[in-house]
């Protein structure tokens, strides 16, 4: 179980690596004026998404999962793992929205400006932080 938990983290640390560092290439994509720096983006951000993003995100579910099959009475009857639960799901739709973008991205059809983009960064920390805080105070 200890092997399944460290690889579960690791997902998760290189899950939300990509979902804090996607929105940022979106910022700079945005901004950008020339032919070369957008395809450039263009690049990034699909190989950041389907090489990175989206394998750490199974590997992190299938783990997670997993974890919970060993006590799943236990997790079941706790409050605090649904509320993490609930941010996990809302992570996936987050993580599905970025990948809409990609191809919008791609598509040469962004209408949003880098303001968007930044404030849009912010919502995985902020899920970060409600999962963390559940997993680790289990505040309920």
Do not use: Q
Not at 3 to 26: D, E, G, N, S, T
Not at 55 to 80: D, K
Request: with cysteine; proline share 3%.
């Amino acid at each position: 179980m200890l092997w399944v938990k460290a690889f579960h983290i690791i997902a998760v640390i290189c899950w939300f690596a990509a979902l804090f560092y996607l929105p940022r290439l979106f910022v700079y994509h945005a901004m950008s004026e020339d032919l070369t720096s957008r395809e450039r983006f263009k690049i990034m951000e699909r190989k950041l998404y389907r090489g990175i993003s989206t394998p750490s995100m199974v590997v992190t579910l299938v783990l997670g999962f997993w974890l919970v099959a060993y006590n799943r009475e236990y997790y079941e009857a706790s409050a605090w793992f649904h509320a993490k639960l609930t941010l996990v799901a809302l992570l996936v739709i987050y993580h599905f929205f970025t990948g809409r973008m990609v191809k919008t991205f791609a598509a040469d059809n962004n209408t949003r400006s880098h303001v968007f983009y930044r404030w849009f960064n912010e919502v995985p920390v902020l899920m970060l932080v409600g999962i963390v805080i559940l997993v680790v105070v289990r505040p309920f």
